[in-house]
């Protein structure tokens, strides 16, 4: 078998935020799936991530995949998520998305890597407007699904993953999985990627509740911080420069 160079491109859900280390850094699926992959092959596996929170489709597509290719040597495998933070905004121009995913593919097949693409986890059954959020997040997963197909490229849709939409896999943001949550990724991208292992999930939280108080700390919390944010034109990630920016030797699967 050939080394493995894994890069990871995306923003907060490829990044790992919501599954957070005893230090306060994120560790999450795509980490996992790089020891996934070590433990599999039983060798180490180089591992990059670039991802950063709160970015853009666009500069994932371009700035993040520069990065990757630029890498020495060049990755053998790269997993590519974005366009979450675009539907958050207004005025979403979904053909764009597509149309910035579909150059990206063309770059690495020309390049002769590996691509998987991934659609998001599905956030929008506890978010404010969570019915505009679903409804262009299954427009863009159907277009970049048929965008695989036709590249002949891995897709892994976690989007329509309805085991994941349940409560106990975010975090209290209701926008960001949670460790169980980027668990669940990981084991599905391993299984794709023909590593199988039982798909992670957890049990009903029968003790979970939304009541009046509950929900009211939430927008305090959470909404009101972030409408905050995108009212001054600033992002979480604005300083944020990726974890691994250069390869990462990962040996063996980490213990969650």
């Given at each position: 078998?050939?080394?493995?160079?894994?890069?990871?491109?995306?923003?907060?859900?490829?990044?790992?935020?919501?599954?957070?280390?005893?230090?306060?850094?994120?560790?999450?699926?795509a980490d996992l799936v790089a020891a996934g992959l070590?433990?599999?092959?039983?060798?180490?596996?180089?591992?990059?991530?670039?991802?950063?929170?709160?970015?853009?489709?666009?500069?994932?597509?371009?700035?993040?995949?520069?990065?990757?290719?630029?890498?020495?040597?060049?990755?053998?495998?790269?997993?590519?998520?974005?366009?979450?933070?675009?539907?958050?905004?207004?005025?979403?121009?979904?053909?764009?998305?597509?149309?910035?995913?579909?150059?990206?593919?063309?770059?690495?097949?020309?390049?002769?890597?590996?691509?998987?693409?991934?659609?998001?986890?599905?956030?929008?059954?506890?978010?404010?407007?969570?019915?505009?959020?679903?409804?262009?997040?299954?427009?863009?997963?159907t277009a970049i699904a048929e965008l695989a197909r036709?590249?002949?490229?891995?897709?892994?849709?976690?989007?329509?993953?309805?085991?994941?939409?349940?409560?106990?896999?975010?975090?209290?943001?209701?926008?960001?999985?949670?460790?169980?949550?980027?668990?669940?990724?990981?084991?599905?991208?391993?299984?794709?990627?023909?590593?199988?292992?039982p798909a992670h999930a957890v049990e009903p939280d029968?003790?979970?509740?939304?009541?009046?108080?509950?929900?009211?700390?939430?927008?305090?919390?959470?909404?009101?911080?972030?409408?905050?944010?995108?009212?001054?034109?600033?992002?979480?990630?604005?300083?944020?420069?990726?974890?691994?920016?250069?390869?990462?030797?990962?040996?063996?699967?980490?213990?969650?």
């Amino acid at each position: 078998m050939s080394p493995v160079r894994y890069a990871a491109l995306g923003d907060s859900f490829t990044e790992g935020v919501g599954d957070e280390l005893p230090d306060g850094s994120p560790r999450g699926w795509a980490d996992l799936v790089a020891a996934g992959l070590a433990t599999a092959r039983g060798e180490t596996v180089h591992y990059a991530n670039l991802a950063v929170r709160g970015r853009l489709l666009e500069p994932i597509a371009t700035t993040q995949l520069d990065a990757a290719l630029a890498l020495t040597p060049p990755p053998t495998l790269i997993t590519f998520n974005g366009g979450g933070n675009d539907m958050m905004r207004p005025g979403i121009d979904a053909a764009r998305l597509v149309e910035l995913t579909e150059r990206a593919v063309r770059r690495c097949l020309a390049a002769e890597v590996r691509l998987v693409l991934l659609s998001g986890a599905d956030p929008s059954a506890r978010l404010p407007l969570g019915r505009v959020v679903r409804r262009r997040g299954a427009e863009l997963t159907t277009a970049i699904a048929e965008l695989a197909r036709r590249h002949d490229l891995l897709f892994v849709d976690m989007f329509n993953d309805a085991e994941i939409r349940r409560a106990e896999y975010w975090s209290p943001d209701r926008l960001h999985l949670n460790a169980a949550g980027h668990r669940r990724v990981a084991s599905v991208v391993l299984a794709a990627l023909g590593h199988p292992v039982p798909a992670h999930a957890v049990e009903p939280d029968t003790a979970a509740t939304r009541g009046l108080l509950a929900e009211a700390r939430y927008y305090r919390e959470h909404v009101l911080p972030w409408v905050n944010r995108r009212l001054r034109g600033i992002s979480s990630g604005d300083h944020e420069p990726g974890k691994h920016r250069d390869w990462t030797p990962v040996e063996a699967m980490r213990h969650a």
